[in-house]
């Protein structure tokens, strides 16, 4: 019987080109047991990808910032909006800026954090953030302002909870440092290829492949165990 599944967005079902590879979206909709699609982006996207791809909306948003399980008809916020907003107004007032453009599609629908573009100034971020007793996690597509006691394995504690399911039976597959994180709350947990090094360090496999292929080599040594 196949077991939960915690999968991350972008890495891991994407391209090099970060466009999602359209090999992931059969295997996702076949799986046979709940999965939650945990990412770093704002709350509308991977409900979006679930609408799309016709299955369950089950999401870990904002690097934990914002919960939702489809089923339970609850969403579940655990971030602080009016601190990460508070940072960014003062890293304004410091003479730097988000990195968006004059359109910041990245925190237009932001609901717990704030995304910061990794070309810009990451040490007066860091400071300023601490500042206002947040923290900032670089998940290799941009810098997260969030709430240091919430993060996507916190995410996937509260929607496992919300699926009245143990984190511990979920299997994990992910390519950041917030993933991390769902590696240490999942029973088992998969890095793709790609991963950075924390989330290598953390898996308890690395696949040969990288990116979707990796994901889908995951997947069957999942259904081989």
Known sequence: MEPPLAVDIDG??????????????????????????????????PVGLCEFLGITQNVVAENGGVVYVEDAEKIVHNGDREGAEAVAAAYREAGYDLGWGAVDMVNRWRETELAVSREQPLEPLERIADEHGLGVVDTGYAYHVKSTAVDKGEGLKTAARLLDRDPGEFVAVGDSENDAEVFGVAGRSYAVANADEKATDAADVVTD????????EALDRVRDE
């Not at 979206?25 to 709350?43: E, M």
């Open 209 to 216: 492949a990288s990116f979707a292929d990796g994901f889908l």
């Open 12 to 45: 891991t079902l994407t391209r090099p080109d970060k466009s999602v590879d359209p090999r992931v979206f059969d295997p996702l909709r076949d799986w046979n047991a709940p999965v939650v699609v945990a990412t770093g982006k704002s709350f509308p996207y």
